[in-house]
């Protein structure tokens, strides 16, 4: 695809990159997006049915089981050519940190050194009370559906996912805002920029001046007001760039 003029020598120019994430940047893996009319899993499922705390408290069997199949679909899935492009990138600036609320490992799969998991980990499982770590061994060899938590005694094991109304990793938000107060690019890739906290990075490194790069093939709220909007898919804008970032070394 033809990227658009000064993009490539914005980039050139620029020593800190953030990257935000979100679930279209999974998409051409085979992993579905959320809200996306038809494909995304909010048309089908409703998120207070199964992606809040009061929806676990009220049926922890159909949580549990949700989670297990989007598990399931998770495993069979690996990163694309778009993944594969952001660790080329990373080779042309200073720090380049990657902030993503997928839950699905695809970036740490494809290589990428440093990733921020604002929305947690959907391998991983927890204690519904004290939010410990779950050995994946102890799921395995217990019963139930969730088991029973190791680590209190009426506690249960949950996905390791942030769900609407809970706060957000203690640690994970700071640094992303942080680094979006300080970069000098940020990428806003396959997010429709809806779900705060995350949704509000790239609009606060807009305000401090940052060059904004949205990669999206709908708009979105960002769109208009982003320096350079690519209404592509992640693997085609990303390929495209890392391709000319080469070409002009
Ligand atoms: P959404 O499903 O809200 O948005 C996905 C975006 O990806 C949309 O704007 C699509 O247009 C775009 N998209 C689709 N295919 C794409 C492709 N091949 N390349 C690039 N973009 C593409 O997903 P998120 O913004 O990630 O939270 O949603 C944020 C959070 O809401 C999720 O982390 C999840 C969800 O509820 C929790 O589970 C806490």
Known sequence: MKLPEGLISTLRNANKALVLTGAGMSAESGVPTFRDAQSGMWE???????????????????????YADRRN?????????????????????????????????????????????????????????????IDEQWIKSNPGRPPASPHHRHGLARPGVVWFGEELPAGAMNRAMAEAYNCDVCFSIGTSTLVQPAASLPFIALEAGAVVIEINPVPTSLSSIAR??????????????????TRHK
């Open 73 to 133: 679909n998770i495993r069979g899935v690996r990163p694309h050519a778009g993944h594969a492009a952001l660790v080329e990138l990373e080779q042309y600036f200073d720090s380049l940190l990657l902030v993503t609320q997928n839950v699905d490992s695809l970036h740490q799969q494809a290589g990428s050194s440093d990733v921020v998991e604002l929305h947690g980990n959907i391998m991983r499982s927890i204690c519904s009370e004290t939010g410990q770590v």
């Open 228 to 245: 350079f909007s690519l209404q592509a898919t992640a693997a085609q804008a990303l390929t495209a760039i890392a391709a000319d970032m």
């Open 44 to 66: 089908k499922f409703k998120p207070e049915d199964l992606a809040t705390p009061q929806a676990f408290r009220n049926n922890p069997q159909l949580v549990w089981d949700w």
